[in-house]
């Protein structure tokens, strides 16, 4: 008799719990505005028609540029967002990315377009690789051991001459015209990015984006209660890696040259991270909006100052002010507020 | 035997210049449980205060040292009370001050760079390129004296931490926070006298870098993972063993440096820190395993 009632009124909890989150579900269905981001990719995907009647080389750069970093961070966002390791080498991956696609264009002249997610693959072997050994640890050693990854990649390649050393690869430009060269790198690119943040949506409402929420509150909770953080961290690890590899594989090669000096610098990094922080950690729309604010002040200093170290110290001033001010970011800050406007209401 | 003796007492000088750098970075942790990625760059902010000192008013860069330590303590001081005293309540503290003493280290870099420009500087005095010898084996005059320096300082620092009152709060800050203030210690001031005490030191140490390396802005990023690999040998927060780090992996990477080839010597201070994690993430001295 009381094993019936227990049954009957476990099921029942069940039920309602599930008629609740449907509901839940269905809600976030509605409020979110989907068309958004479709609309803005649709229009991007049109913009270079403007080339028929002018030359706008200057804002297909703008644009590329910022899908690449919109591709990086969103890819970092998954380690450093959900899983909640801060990664300050995550360039590695982009220069891995860049130098095995760009060393198969110069061995064999097969475009990095096609190879880029091979490139990816590559990373994110890597990636796989190094977070078995690295996620051991969490916190500020993990934060230094990715430091020391990055120091070690950069010596490695400086140092290692089948791929060029210091002085890089040099690698050959594609006949198109001065008006066209640009596009077909434009496409793949916003391509990537676009992949890349439906990934990064995808992976944050599966079960194992749920996973790695719960390990980043509390890991020792998350693995009692039957989550296999060792997996899920490195897993989480590898496919932030595979992301940032393809960025760089492209980039390579719209850039025409690889060199250490470029790819492994540890501002890459630090603007992953920066823009991460200021749209807001563990957000879809979050890392696109702090790409595109990053760029656009970058593009600022640049224009009216001219200076790198100018660059250097205005990041690192936005880095700590958004830090003190906005720990959780544009879209974090907003969304606590209730004040998130809905077309960035991606999650 | 000339040979190994030679590089022995290279890597030992460099060692105790390298320990004296790191000494600040985990008198900091220990006390704030900052790991602070500025410090390398405040070295060099060090290093520049000298060398401005050393080119246009002619004074010797171990007079400067004195000058050098007390600007970075006003400096400590103003960004405690301005920065890291109001993060002592977020809920990631240790991740946070990584981040942020990660873009205050962008800034000072960004700030050298502008005001001396990105060139290789070195301050050049007397003794910096002179050398005795005694048998085979000749000893650099520069380095041996920074070395000294060097760790005179640390000597000076360890009584002071053992022996003095103020020494015994910082002690019993690090080992517990909760305990020391409920015994009447006053770990809001223990805390910005550490933080000033650690980057005077990162001052004193810039003023001997400045005659041993040469140095530009942006170097500060090669020397974080080789102070970081140093701290976390000797164990965190332990300044014997930070010593006994410094000076094991300067010889080290001497070795590696003669035998190999001299890119790879660096290279010895970042694989030994992946090792270090790895294997013991407490370090050779340290307790605390909750760092891992």
């Not at chain 1, 966002?77 to 995550?90: D, K, M, P, Q």
């Amino acid at each position: 008799m009381a094993v019936t009632l227990q049954d009957s009124s476990a099921s029942a909890v069940i039920e309602a719990r599930r008629a609740h989150n449907e509901k839940l579900s269905r809600k976030a269905d509605q409020t979110r505005a989907t068309w958004f981001p479709l609309t803005l990719l649709v229009l991007l995907a049109a913009l270079p028609l403007l080339q028929f009647v002018g030359n706008y080389n200057y804002v297909l750069h703008l644009v590329l540029f910022t899908a690449s970093y919109v591709a990086m961070a969103s890819g970092w966002n998954i380690l450093g967002g959900f899983a909640g390791y801060v990664s300050l080498g995550h360039a590695v991956f982009f220069g891995v990315g860049g130098y095995f696609s760009g060393m198969i264009l110069a061995r064999y002249g097969i475009s990095t377009l096609v190879t880029a997610p091979l490139a990816g693959l590559v990373a994110a072997a890597l990636g796989y690789a190094v977070g078995m050994v690295t996620l051991k640890v969490r916190g500020p050693s993990f934060i230094i051991s990715s430091i020391a990854l990055l120091m070690i990649a950069r010596i490695l390649f400086d140092n290692w001459h089948f791929i060029g050393g210091a002085n890089g690869l040099t690698l050959p430009p594609n006949d198109l015209s001065v008006q066209w060269a640009k596009v077909p790198y434009y496409y793949a690119m916003l391509a990537i990015a676009a992949f890349t943040v439906w990934s990064a949506y995808k992976i944050k409402h599966s079960k194992f984006g749920l996973g790695l929420r719960a390990l980043s509150k509390d890991e020792i909770k998350a693995e009692s209660a039957g989550i296999d953080t060792r997996f899920y961290k490195v897993t989480a690890f590898a496919l932030s890696a595979f992301f940032v590899g393809m960025a760089g594989a492209v980039w390579g090669e719209y850039l025409t040259y690889l060199r250490p000096n470029i790819f492994l610098l540890i501002l890459i990094s630090a603007n992953m991270v920066l823009m991460c922080i200021l749209g807001g950690k563990g957000t879809i729309a979050g890392p696109v909006i702090g790409a595109i604010l990053i760029v656009a002040l970058n593009e600022l200093f640049v224009a009216t100052m001219g200076a790198s170290e100018i660059n250097i110290l205005g990041t690192g001033l936005v880095m700590a002010i958004g830090l003190i001010f906005f720990p959780l970011g544009l879209v974090g800050t907003l969304a606590r507020s209730g004040k998130l406007p809905r077309v960035l209401n991606w999650d | 035997m000339a040979e190994i003796v030679q590089i022995l007492i290279l890597g030992l000088a460099l060692g105790g210049v390298i320990a004296l750098m790191g000494s600040g970075l985990s008198l900091v942790f220990g006390v704030m449980r900052i790991v602070n990625l500025a410090h390398p760059s405040l070295i060099i902010g060090g290093a520049y205060i000298t060398y401005w000192g050393f080119k246009s008013l002619g004074i010797d860069p171990i007079v400067m040292l004195p000058v050098a330590a007390a600007i970075m303590a006003a400096i400590g001081v103003l960004l405690y009370r301005l920065v890291f005293q109001r993060e002592a309540k977020s809920a990631k503290y240790s991740e946070m001050t990584v981040l942020l003493t990660f873009a205050l280290a962008m800034m000072v870099e960004g700030l050298l760079g502008g005001l001396f420009t990105n060139t290789q500087r070195v301050t050049s005095p007397d003794y910096a390129t002179a050398a005795f010898f005694i048998g085979d084996v000749f000893i650099p005059k520069g380095q041996l004296y920074a070395g000294i320096v060097s760790l005179t300082i640390i000597a000076g620092l360890s009584l002071f931490l053992k022996y003095s009152r103020l020494g015994y709060a910082i002690r019993a800050t690090t080992q517990n926070r909760e305990a020391a203030e409920l015994l009447g210690v006053n770990v809001q001031f223990i805390s910005v006298l550490a933080f000033a005490i650690g980057l005077a030191l990162a001052g004193a140490a810039g003023s001997l870098v400045s005659f041993v390396f040469s140095f530009f802005p942006a170097k500060h990023w090669e020397w974080i993972a080789m102070l970081m690999s140093v701290v976390v040998l000797g164990g965190m927060g332990s300044i014997l063993g930070t010593v006994v780090g410094a000076l094991i992996l300067s010889v080290v990477a001497a070795f590696v440096g003669t035998w190999i080839g001299a890119t790879w010597s660096t290279l010895t201070f970042f694989l030994a820190l992946f090792i270090i994690l790895l294997v013991r993430p407490q370090g050779l001295f340290g307790e605390k395993p909750e760092m891992a």
